[in-house]
Nanobody
Framework: QVQLVESGGGLVQPGGSLRLSCAAS????????MGWYRQAPGKQRELVAT???????NYADSVKGRFTISRDNAKNTVYLQMNSLKPEDTAVYYCNAYDGAAYRTYWGQGTQVTVSS
């Protein structure tokens, strides 16, 4: 099992910045990739950004150039630096970890990000 605990959400004005953190514990040695997804009210959960153990990253087109995903393997933590935030970025953001050996996906509890003036 892998446990994921997110932090860093909150209320920010348009154009502002936030940094989300997600700390992993448990079977962390089996994690192949970690990432962030988000779900806005009335919408499906969507990919925001992912980062593999080898350092490859992937971003949704809507956040390219504004968001940056990074991993601190020593701390078993993944971060999402969000800059130039827009109201349409408002959503619950979920941390995600993929265990390739067990073909399992793990989710955090989610953290609310609200972009509003």
């Amino acid at each position: 099992q892998v446990q994921l605990v997110e932090s860093g959400g909150g209320l920010v004005q348009p154009g502002g910045s936030l940094r989300l953190s997600c700390a992993a514990s448990g079977r962390i040695f089996s994690i192949n990739a970690m990432g962030w997804y988000r779900q806005a009210p009335g919408k499906q959960r969507e990919l925001v950004a992912t980062a593999t153990n080898s350092g490859s990253t992937n971003y949704a087109d809507s956040v390219k150039g504004r968001f940056t995903i990074s991993r601190d393997n020593a701390k078993n933590t993944v971060y999402l630096q969000m800059n130039s935030l827009k109201p349409e970025d408002t959503a619950v953001y979920y941390c995600n970890a993929y265990d390739g050996a067990a073909y399992r996906t793990y989710w955090g509890q989610g953290t609310q990000v609200t972009v509003s003036s």
